[in-house]
């Protein structure tokens, strides 16, 4: 179940690869926020698991790495992943200062995305 949106989102599309326990899985960051971020991914998780995310910056040549906790699932039913998407949020525990700076660029002229998060 979602959360009530603590702080605003803002849509920044990019791949990333993370770790659940002894498993990295792939996915997609479809917005991001201060404090978290929303993974599109049909890994299975479980609200308070740690997970360490790796965000793709291929047109810089960069990565960032954050350590973040699931607080939240969306869990969708195969048939209807083409429609909806499943994934998790998370909450960042600990970032790198380049996360910051990705958020700046995220933010700037856009408006922030509408529904829940953290």
Same mark, same amino acid.
């Given at each position: 179940?979602?959360? =009530?949106?603590?702080? =605003?989102?803002?849509?920044?599309?990019?791949?990333?690869?993370?770790?659940? +326990?002894?498993?990295?899985?792939?996915? @997609?960051? !479809?917005?991001?926020? /201060?404090?978290?971020?929303?993974?599109? &991914? &049909? *890994?299975? *998780?479980?609200?308070?698991?740690? %997970?360490?995310?790796? !965000?793709?910056?291929?047109?810089?040549?960069? *990565? @960032? &790495?954050?350590? #973040?906790?699931?607080?939240?699932?969306?869990? %969708?039913? &195969?048939?209807?992943?083409?429609? %909806?998407?499943? +994934? @998790?949020?998370?909450? @960042?525990? /600990?970032?790198?200062?380049?996360?910051?700076?990705?958020? #700046?660029?995220?933010?700037? +002229?856009?408006? =922030?995305?509408? +529904?829940?998060? !953290?």
């Amino acid at each position: 179940m979602e959360a =009530p949106r603590g702080e =605003p989102r803002f849509k920044k599309r990019m791949s990333c690869k993370f770790r659940l +326990g002894q498993q990295d899985h792939s996915g @997609i960051v !479809l917005d991001v926020s /201060r404090q978290g971020l929303f993974v599109q &991914t &049909t *890994a299975s *998780a479980r609200v308070g698991d740690k %997970v360490e995310v790796v !965000l793709s910056r291929p047109e810089q040549g960069t *990565a @960032i &790495t954050l350590v #973040a906790g699931v607080r939240w699932l969306r869990r %969708v039913p &195969t048939q209807l992943r083409s429609v %909806v998407q499943a +994934g @998790i949020g998370l909450q @960042i525990s /600990r970032a790198e200062e380049s996360y910051y700076a990705l958020l #700046a660029e995220a933010v700037q +002229g856009l408006a =922030p995305v509408k +529904g829940r998060s !953290l």
